[in-house]
């Protein structure tokens, strides 16, 4: 991992609410193409860190960079080098498939003619072509989800952050889903991920766990398991954030 290029670097990163401690002195570093973990109960920090490194909050204090910018002074230069999806929110229910699509690449700042070839590249890989005049509120959660993904990554971001994407769809979906991040990964795509799926965790190439604002754990689905002696992530993931679970 030494020698791979750095697209996410965090130093002694802080947050602060009054007095309440959101991010507690968090230090990490997210390789390129690397598909990173970041894991925690709710309320642990996560959706914090993660808008601090979308540009959309200030740390408190800190050393952070996102695909080589510096997230207190560069942070709209940060943002047209990333794409995010969110379970929550992602594309516009009463748009139809190409007008999301359209809307997204401008707001992205492409062109006409690179936003359309890009439609039919990504309606063709889905199998959606048929669709395109749909309305994403017609459309089954998993195409939701697959066709937001896409759309995330339709103008090439050197990072793209998943805040628990694959919450809600069918165990088939999910597999897919990965298949696609996967790709994603292997295209050069940094992939950071949130989620409450253990089976998850075990697909990313590196996981962190945070609990209470730290970062408790972090390293590969296999060294976390050899460390705690537990069978799966599962079994990491309560031991690490639950330890009285097991008192």
């Given amino acids: 991992m030494q020698n791979r290029t750095t697209d996410i670097e965090v130093k002694n990163l802080v947050k602060m609410f009054g007095n309440f401690v959101a991010n507690d002195n968090l230090n990490f570093e997210v390789y390129k193409g690397e598909i990173f973990g ?5 309320g642990a920090g996560k959706t914090t860190t993660i808008r601090i490194l979308c540009g959309l909050s200030h740390p408190t204090s ?11 002074k560069e942070t709209e230069k940060i943002k047209k080098n990333i794409g995010y999806m969110s379970q929550k ?18 707001f992205y700042g492409m062109s006409r003619k690179l936003i359309k070839k890009r439609t039919s590249e990504l309606l063709t890989k889905l199998n959606m072509e048929h669709a395109r005049k749909t309305l994403i509120g017609d459309l089954p959660l998993g ?4 066709l937001a993904f896409s759309v995330a990554i ?10 628990e994407p694959t919450g809600g769809v069918d165990p088939i979906t ?3 889903f990965w298949d696609m991040i996967y790709e994603a990964s292997n295209n050069g795509i940094t992939v950071f991920v949130t989620t409450h799926y253990m089976d998850e965790a075990e697909y990313c190439d590196r996981v962190t766990i945070m609990v209470d604002g730290r ?33």
């Fill in 215 to 247: 970062i408790d754990a972090l390293d590969t689905p296999g060294k976390l398991k050899e460390k705690y002696k537990a069978k799966d992530m599962n079994e990491v993931f309560i031991k690490v954030a639950r330890p009285d679970f097991y008192q």
């Fill in 38 to 42: 970041f894991l925690g109960a709710n």
């Fill in 154 to 163: 339709l103008h090439e971001p050197r990072i793209v952050f998943l805040d």
């Fill in 62 to 72: 800190g050393e952070i960079t996102v695909a080589g910018f510096d997230a207190y």
């Fill in 143 to 146: 195409w939701k989800q697959k």
């Fill in 89 to 106: 929110f992602s594309l516009y229910e009463d748009l139809t498939i190409e007008e999301n699509i359209e809307l997204y690449g401008g």
């Fill in 174 to 176: 999910r597999r897919q």
